[in-house]
């Protein structure tokens, strides 16, 4: 009986430092809290031992953490450790659009005691300043500015830089460091998307027609150049040509051979002139 009960006390006692074993993975913090207090003791990676049975240990990921919000279709191909639907919001000029974007970020391993003790694990903190905030400024940003500028570009990226500068101190008030703001996609009503897509074809018809006419008056100009250097030409030799300069030609095309006939006129008479 003393053998079994020894035994029986080996396993309590192996038991008991077992509970108290941890082992924290790379890029990972760990908060030790007792009795849900939290103690201020963060575990690094590797292992450590806590109080069995009196404390516990919150996990932070301190490697890059990605929220992103797309449709059901496109959420099912997504690798992002949390996922959402799109921020539907209006346009300056009253345009509806659905906004699919990205959020990249970490929990600042210095301020994980400070995240444990005001917000609570990854989860909450992912839901309460993640999420709300980004939500917020994604569909309030957007109405600064027109759906022509969202819908070409230009305007989504000043968007997402608005986004990130809003984000950057309330992340980091809130114990994270805020890597990357992407936004995806803003998608537009179909009408509207049609109508845009009317109006490019319009502006291209509008440039080929330019085009044209740009080419026919380069034409014309060809033409009148062309005619005015021929008239130039003309009036040059007008000028030039004079009795001695049609002798020099004629004596320069003069083969030495004289005419075999003279006479003609009205009487249209011709004479052979004898060798």
Same mark, same amino acid.
């Given at each position: ?20 074993? #941890?082992? =924290?993975?790379? /890029?990972?913090? +760990?908060?030790?809290?007792?009795? &849900?207090?939290?103690?201020? @003791? %963060? ?95 994604? #569909?309030? =940003?957007?109405? /600064?500015?027109? +759906?022509?500028?969202?819908?070409? &570009?230009?305007?989504?990226? @000043? %968007? ?116």
């Amino acid at each position: 009986m003393k053998g079994v009960g020894f035994g029986l006390g080996v396993i309590l006692a192996a038991i008991v430092v077992l509970s108290g074993f #941890r082992t =924290v993975g790379s /890029g990972e913090v +760990a908060v030790v809290t007792r009795f &849900g207090q939290v103690t201020g @003791r %963060v575990l690094s990676p590797g292992a450590s031992i806590i109080l069995p049975f009196l404390e516990r240990t919150l996990y932070y990921n301190t490697k890059k953490i990605n929220y992103e919000t797309a449709p059901d279709d496109k959420s099912i191909l997504s690798t992002a450790d949390y996922k959402d639907i799109p921020v539907d919001t209006n346009t300056e000029d009253g345009q509806p659009v659905d906004i699919s974007y990205t959020i990249r970020f970490s929990v600042d391993p210095t301020k994980a005691t400070w995240v444990a003790q005001n917000i609570g694990p990854e989860e909450a903190l992912v839901e309460k300043i993640v999420k709300t905030e980004s939500r917020v400024w994604i #569909r309030n =940003v957007p109405r /600064g500015h027109s +759906a022509e500028q969202l819908y070409t &570009g230009e305007g989504s990226l @000043r %968007v997402q830089e608005a986004i990130y500068d809003k984000l950057k101190p309330i992340f980091e008030a809130n114990g994270l460091i805020l890597d990357m703001v992407g936004i995806r996609e803003i998608a537009f009503d179909k009408t509207y998307v049609d109508a845009i897509k009317a109006k490019q074809v319009e502006l291209v018809k509008i440039e080929l027609e330019k085009n044209k006419a740009a080419q026919e008056e380069f034409r014309k100009q060809q033409r009148i150049t062309a005619a005015e250097g021929q008239a130039r030409e003309q009036e040059l030799q007008r000028l030039t040509i004079n009795d001695a300069l049609l002798r020099k030609l004629w004596i320069e095309k003069w083969d030495g051979k004289l005419p075999t006939y003279v006479g003609g006129g009205d009487n249209s008479t011709l004479l052979q002139i004898p060798n």
